[in-house]
């Protein structure tokens, strides 16, 4: 089955620095990763995601790359900002027939924005 | 709009109790997962259904079973409660391809 590995586990910025977190995914079958967003407490909401069809998308100070041939997707973040504290977490689902629309999630980010 | 709704949101239960936590959605869609969350360790399957009336294991599913007797609910029975099972449950749901959850239930095995 699929295995997605992410890092840092925790991350640490200044205000206004950017963040990058990374993932890698062991399935080349894989055609769509999501990022999730835990704020502590909370449920995880999508923040952004990308098809295995296209190697980035942006979305205001969010985005996302992806190099299919090395199997791995990044998540960028500029501009930090204190609300941005949380929990990221990765994902990947595999394309094959009878999956059930799985997704399989790394292990998650603690990213802190220090003042 | 309710999206995906848990209950209850937090239980205390004592070895070899059982209970069932329960998810329904209004949004129509066909698959639904439950997973749990253990700190550092991500989000696990533990059982996911591609419609009503099809069930399939996931990654940890030992000790839990699901039933999908209707496209709207999706409920997680716990039958003989370990301390293992200690955890925070996260039921979702899915169209094509974002994943929308419920708001979770903290899960105290003792």
């Known amino acids: 089955g699929e295995n997605v590995e992410q890092h840092p586990s925790t991350l640490s910025v200044q205000e206004g620095d950017s963040a990058v977190i990374k993932c890698t995914y062991s399935?080349?079958?894989?055609?769509?990763f999501p990022w999730y967003k835990q704020e502590l407490g909370k449920r995880p909401q999508l923040i952004i995601d990308?098809?295995?069809?296209?190697g980035e998308k942006k979305d205001q100070r969010i985005a996302v790359t992806l190099n299919k041939t090395a199997k791995h997707f990044s998540l960028h973040i500029t501009e930090t900002q204190p609300e941005d504290s949380a929990v990221y977490f990765c994902?990947?689902?595999?394309?094959?027939?009878?999956?059930?629309?799985?997704?399989?999630f790394g292990t998650g980010t603690q990213l802190k924005v220090e003042l | 709009n309710a999206g995906v709704t848990q209950t209850p949101k937090f239980r205390i239960l004592k070895i070899g109790q059982s209970m069932t936590l329960q998810c329904t959605q209004d949004?129509?869609?066909?698959?639904m997962y439950w997973y749990r969350q253990d700190p550092g360790m991500g989000l696990k399957l533990i059982y996911y259904?591609?419609?009503?009336?099809?069930?399939d294991k996931g990654e940890v599913p030992n000790g839990y079973n699901v039933s999908r007797s209707t496209t709207e609910d999706f409920p997680l029975r716990l039958e003989l409660a370990a301390p293992s099972q200690t955890s925070v449950y996260f039921c979702?749901?899915?169209?094509?391809?974002?994943?929308?959850f419920g708001q979770g239930t903290r899960l105290t095995v003792v």
């Open positions: 399935d080349s079958a894989s055609n769509y």
């Open positions: 979702a749901s899915s169209y094509d391809t974002e994943a929308f």
């Open positions: 949004m129509n869609h066909n698959y």
């Open positions: 990308i098809r295995s069809n296209v």
């Open positions: 259904s591609v419609g009503a009336g099809i069930t």
């Open positions: 994902a990947a689902r595999s394309a094959l027939t009878g999956g059930g629309n799985k997704l399989t």
